[in-house]
Structures are given as C-alpha cells and as structure tokens.
C-alpha cells in the first residue's frame, strides 16, 4: 500500500511523512496531477492560509485529481486540510473545495478569557461519536494544535475540542477524516492515531 | 479550557554534541542530541528545543544532520534556533525538520526578517528569542549568545517582536542562567502582561518550587531548562504533577 502526502509548497509535509515512514508506511509526495493514479491513500497536511493554499493548488492544477481522489481514496485532512473541504472561510475569499458543508470562521473568545490566538499547544480532544481512527485511543487525550479558525458546525463531527469556543477538532464521512490537531506532533498518541489510518479499511 | 503548560527541554548544541554552560560560559560535553531528545520525548516533554550555541562561527552542515536526526525520531514540535541570518537559513530548517525556527541576534540587526518569515512561513513558526540581563528598573537585551549588549529594553523589544509577527517570545534572563536560583519572575510577569502571545521563561531552574512559579507568578505560558532535565535533577513528569497540583493544566 501506498500513502501519499499531498505537497503544495506551503506546508511543512515532511514531519507529516516522517511519522507515516517511522510507522513502516511506503510514503509518495504527491506535487504533481499525474501522481494521484499511483496511490491507495492520501494525505493532506496543511499549513498557512486557505487563499493560498487554493491559489497554488489551480496553478499546480491538482484540484480535479484532488477532488476524484477525495470521492474515492481514504483520505486524511491535516489542519488547513480539514479547513479546505468546507465551502468557505473568513480568513480568505477564495472557495474551499465544498466537500463538507459549511463556513469557517476565525476563533471567538466567547468568555472574554482574554485567549492568545493562534490557539498553540496541547489541547484536550473529546469524542463525540465513536470512529476506527480512535480505536485504542482514550477519550479526553492532549493533541498539539496550531491554528486561528474553526469549524463549529458539521453533521460529521467526530471529537470536539475547547478553546474560546467548542470546535471540531476532527470530523468523519464514509472515506474521509479530518482534524484541526496536528497527529504527526502529538508524540505517542499522534502516531497510535496516524497508525489507525494505515490500517483504515473502508 | 486552556492549554497545558508546556515543559520544553532544551538541548544546547556545539558541533552536534549537547552541551551546557554556566552564565553563557564555561561549556562542558553531555551527550547526543538525539539520544537525548528520545528520551525527553518518552518522559512526557511537550516540546522539544535545540539551540546550536555557536552556529555562527560554525558549519551549518553538522546542524542540519542534527536536526534531521532528532526529526526523524522524536514526534512532537521542535524549535531550533541558533545562527539563523536568512529566509533561506529558515527553509532549510524546516525542510530539515525543524517546527520552528527561534531567531535572536539576527532580529536585532535585520528586523525585517521576523517579519518577512512569518509571511512567507507563518507567525506559528516564529520564534523570538531574546536573552536579557537587569539593568536597574530594566532589561537590557544583549546579542551573538550574549556577549555584547544593546541599548534595547526587553519588554520593548518583545512588544516589536510581537508586532512584527514573531508567534512567541523565548526569553531567557541571563542573571539566572545556569544559576539554578530560580526564574526571573518579574520579568516573565512584565512581559505577560504586555503580550498577547506566549511567553516561553527561560534560566534559573533548579528547583521544582521555581519551575511552578514562573508560571504561578510569572505567569509563563512554557517552561524551557537544559541541565536539570539533562543530568535528571528533575523529571519532567515530577515538574506536571507539581503544576497540577497547582491547579495548572499540564499533559500527563
């Protein structure tokens, strides 16, 4: 089996494949439309700004071969890479790729508890709603965050993290997860996660 | 909820050994880089942190192997600072590996690339560091591994650092380093208050008591020490437990 870790030149995809490697998984970067044929699973580790990340993916023209990937390969959304699957954001004016519905919006201190943003740092993940890919995992584990939007509202909510605001720390349909934390920082639990992935059989 | 204080030990790196000074001198050995980092990892550290302590003077090479080695045994974030002078030092780093990349006297003498790095890489993956000794009623920031010292005030200097778009501020009180009497508290505390991003404290740990009150009365965000992980004068999983029983967050 093949994973495959998208590279759009912004994010830092190489922490991403080391944890994969170090997990015994045959890891592809993927940079290029002609690359998707060859892989069984894909990954997309983002880092940076969705208008950005959306710019340079039409350039490269990866977003019809992303898209076909998404609809029929497990995939897993890091970060921006969940980000991207809703319809919107309001940190950027371009679209997202619109395979989930919904907007994402900047992290609201609804407490006024006076929060630093970026949230950075470890958090708690509550799940919400059993999966595969927390299998072995507790309930209420620390993983390593580092962002400044959110989703807050998904039928496919997995976990839900706290900060400022209840968000989805990760989400769920048919072939495809996503997670606002970063599994290949989060030390032993990240990798038990990512592990989880490998051995996902849809 | 907030976050958990995060423990971030620190390995000061020459020439791809591990080694720790006193007050920025008398430097002795102790051990590989990624031996060490291994095990931090394995004992519960929320980060990781390795500043080559004379990269300027040095090869970068012996750093980028370093750095390429920790990253493809330890899983959690890992800052690396040392000599960085340019956005192509920076690349390479993060290509190497590295999270983040801390950044101190090159700031000072080219401002514009906090700036420019945290456009091109993101304010997550700046790191400003800045080493500060007591002057009276102020701190004094002192640059290349504090040998020379600036007219620049250290709470003025983080507030710039912040504008410019530095993603947290690495400071370390060179009064206390290598001392084992404790953080700078007041400083931490002043620096807090006039930032809105993280605060990482830096020099004097030595006891367990001093590790909870940069956070309790420094109000520091992380914690980084060297030598009393290094040498297991203290544990990094005493260091939570004595947070949490504080009433602090910490990851266990």
């Not at chain 1, 004016?93 to 609804?110: A, N, S």
């Not at chain 1, 507790?138 to 496919?156: D, G, I, L, M």
């Not at chain 2, 493809?72 to 590996?97: A, R, Y």
């Not at chain 2, 020379?148 to 005030?153: G, I």
Request: proline content about 2%; aromatic content about 8%; overall charge negative.
């Amino acid at each position: 089996m093949r994973l495959g870790v998208i590279d759009y030149g912004a994010s830092n995809i190489h922490s991403v494949a080391r944890a994969l490697q170090s997990l015994g998984s045959k890891v592809s970067i993927v940079d290029t439309p002609d690359k998707f044929k060859s892989i069984d699973k894909l990954v997309f580790p983002g880092q940076g700004s969705m208008g950005s990340c959306v710019k340079k993916l039409n350039e490269m023209e990866m977003i019809n071969p992303l898209l076909e990937a998404i609809k029929s390969k497990p995939f897993l959304g890091i970060c921006l890479g969940l980000q991207i699957l809703f319809n919107s954001s309001e940190e950027s004016k371009e679209k997202g790729l619109g395979v989930i519905y919904g907007g994402i919006t900047k992290i609201k201190d609804i407490n006024n508890e006076n929060l630093k943003i970026p949230h950075m740092g470890w958090n708690k993940v509550k799940i919400e709603k059993k999966h595969e890919l927390f299998s072995g995992i507790k309930n209420k584990q620390f993983f390593y965050f580092v962002h400044s939007f959110v989703a807050t509202e998904t039928e496919s909510t997995v976990t839900t993290t706290s900060y400022g605001e209840e968000f989805v720390s990760s989400l769920a349909t048919e072939n495809i997860f996503a997670t606002q934390f970063h599994p290949e920082k989060s030390g032993e639990i990240g990798l038990k996660f990512l592990e989880n992935f490998i051995n996902w059989k849809i | 909820m907030s976050l958990a204080v995060r423990i971030i030990p620190c390995l000061d790196v020459r020439g791809g050994r591990v080694v720790k000074g006193i007050n920025f001198k008398d430097i002795v050995d102790a051990g590989d880089p990624s031996e060490a980092a291994k095990r931090y990892d394995a004992e519960g550290a929320d980060e990781i942190c390795m500043l080559d302590i004379d990269a300027s003077f040095e090869e970068r090479s012996t750093t980028i192997e370093t750095v390429k080695s920790i990253a493809s045994q330890v899983f959690i974030p890992f800052t690396v600072g040392g000599g960085i002078k340019s956005l192509e030092d920076i690349e390479m780093l993060l290509k190497s590996g590295a999270d983040k990349v801390s950044i101190n006297t090159s700031a000072i003498l080219n401002p514009d690339l906090i700036e420019e790095a945290s456009k091109e890489y993101g304010a997550q993956c700046i790191v400003l560091a800045i080493d500060a000794k007591q002057d009276g009623k102020i701190w004094n920031v002192y640059t290349h591994g504090g040998k020379n010292r600036t007219d620049l005030d250290a709470i003025e200097w983080a507030k710039k650092g912040q504008d410019l778009g530095a993603g947290e501020i690495l400071m370390t009180s060179m009064d206390k380093d290598g001392t084992k009497s404790g953080f700078d508290n007041n400083l931490y505390l002043e620096l807090s208050n006039n930032l809105s991003i993280p605060v990482i404290a830096s020099g004097g740990a030595g006891e367990l008591s001093h590790l909870v009150d940069a956070v309790k009365l420094g109000k520091a965000d992380a914690l980084l020490a060297a030598s009393i992980f290094h040498y297991e004068e203290i544990s990094i999983k005493k260091v939570k437990q004595a947070l949490r029983a504080e009433g602090f967050g910490v990851r266990l």
